[in-house]
């Protein structure tokens, strides 16, 4: 009895044929389109049921060595949504309450059509509703079925009434085992290689079953050959009445993920190893260098070139110290101002042999970081204006306050450099002539800033400001 399009499909277990030729006519009448089989072979039935072949089962009460209670116990095995329609001439109250009980639709007079047919339309109806439903439930399961699968995802229950376990087919290729194996306490956790996180997965379990609380972990399982695969385990428990009944669970193969991180994380130990190698030689390097050029200036008699190479001096001790920070940070692309700026102000006053005891006074935003591009040129821009300071601020043998101010606002940077030095005159112009201004200038425009540079009656004051930038490339045009 195969289904046509359009079409219901009625089987109607009735041994008196008058009485299903009287019930067939009546079902003709209907406006749906349906065909109807009749028999009263109990395996035909069966077999009829179990071939899902039909849409609503109507069966007589009294049937040759069997009743119709029988019939509706055995298409319930069978199939539990499957509409079931008792019929009879006459059925006493409790046994139609038992066959309600058991699962029957609806009991109906065989005499009475105005309560037949109605309940014959309305059963085929909500169970083609149903059967509807199911197909695209089922469907969308396949989908998600299809994903999980692509994600190497799979699920897992373990009933903790009944004590019994469930794997699902991806959950066993994961574990590398074949379809009939039977998971349980026995045969689950010696997938788990290692002794400590057996212990933490059973006390974690335990706990969701006393308490309900989820638990998700990475580990690694050892399968019957030998492999050690990488998992995802994730679980959460399902409670009624306070008590656990169900844990439901999923495990994902991350083998291959892990594999990629660990080599991403070699990877990067390799490329900050190198980094830090590279900030090493060119701090090496460029104290060399300033060793060399100290050594020339000790050695010159004339005070001009002595001064100018203390510049030179100054400005590469600045570039050194930066790349010492970095070489001693965790990161080797930003510098924390706040943390290093100590250090940068003692190699700059260090350089100089100059008989001005000068206080400094610091002003620093904590966690205040800049990008290497835009922290070598900061520091130049300090160690040019201190270095200023000290040659001109103070006379000889004078003591002198420093103040450095240097805050961060949003996106915004400002410097604040100030003296109560000899200060400068009115309408005071940096000089372009001079390498110093030359080089703030610049540094200025790679900062893409503004500064100035004047008088406060009482001394000195420069400010910068410029805005946090996240360029890459090459730290300073000027190096």
Request: one cysteine or more; aromatic letters at 8%.
């Amino acid at each position: 009895m195969t289904k046509k399009k359009g079409f219901f499909r009625v089987l109607l277990v009735e041994d008196n044929e008058s009485h299903a030729e009287l019930i067939e006519e009546k079902i003709s009448t209907l406006q749906e389109d349906i065909v109807v089989t009749k028999t009263d072979n109990r395996d035909d039935l069966i077999a009829i049921v179990r071939n899902d072949e039909t849409d609503l089962v109507l069966c007589d009460y009294y049937l040759p060595g069997y009743s119709g209670l029988e019939v509706l116990s055995v298409v319930r095995e069978i199939n539990q949504e499957l509409p079931f329609i008792l019929i009879t001439g006459y059925l006493p109250e409790k046994l139609a309450v038992e066959a309600m009980r058991d699962g029957a639709s609806d009991y109906i007079m065989k005499d009475n059509a105005d309560r037949l047919l109605p309940a014959i339309v309305r059963e085929l109806r909500n169970y083609s509703r149903l059967k509807e439903s199911q197909r695209v439930l089922a469907k969308n399961q396949k989908t998600i079925d299809r994903a999980y699968q692509l994600a190497a995802i799979g699920h897992w229950e373990y009933d903790v009434k009944q004590d019994k376990r469930f794997w699902s087919d991806t959950v066993k290729s994961i574990h590398r085992v074949d379809d009939s194996f039977d998971p349980n306490a026995e045969t689950t956790f010696p997938f788990i290689r290692d002794d400590h996180d057996r212990d933490l997965l059973l006390n974690a379990l335990n706990e969701s079953i006393e308490n309900g609380t989820p638990y998700e972990t990475e580990l690694e399982v050892q399968t019957p050959d030998g492999e050690h695969r990488w998992v995802r385990i994730m679980w959460e428990s399902e409670m009624e009445n306070g008590e656990c009944i169900r844990i439901l669970g999923s495990v994902q193969d991350i083998h291959g993920e892990k594999l990629r991180k660990e080599k991403l994380q070699e990877a990067l130990k390799e490329k900050n190893t190198l980094l830090n190698e590279i900030h090493h030689r060119v701090k090496n390097n460029l104290a060399v260098i300033s060793g060399m050029l100290h050594l020339q200036a000790f050695g010159e008699n004339d005070e001009r070139l002595q001064s100018k190479l203390f510049d030179s001096v100054s400005r590469i001790n600045s570039m050194a110290a930066v790349h010492e920070i970095l070489y001693k940070s965790e990161t080797f692309s930003r510098l924390d101002f706040s943390e290093s700026i100590n250090k940068l102000v003692s190699s700059i006053t260090s350089v100089f042999q100059s008989d001005t005891e000068l206080n400094v006074h610091l002003n620093i935003d904590k966690n205040l970081e800049l990008n290497i591009n835009q922290a070598i040129p900061l520091s130049l821009t300090i160690n040019e204006v201190i270095t200023n300071t000290i040659k001109h601020a103070y006379g000889k043998d004078e003591s002198g306050d420093l103040y450095i101010s240097l805050t961060n606002e949003g996106d915004k940077i400002q410097l604040v450099i100030e003296d109560y030095g000899k200060g400068i005159p009115d309408g005071f112009e940096p000089d372009d002539n001079t390498l110093g201004f030359n080089l703030i200038g610049a540094l200025t425009e790679q900062l893409e800033g503004i500064f100035s540079y004047k008088g406060t009656g009482k001394g000195t004051k420069f400010e910068l400001c410029f805005s946090k930038s996240e360029k890459k490339g090459s730290s300073n045009a000027l190096i």
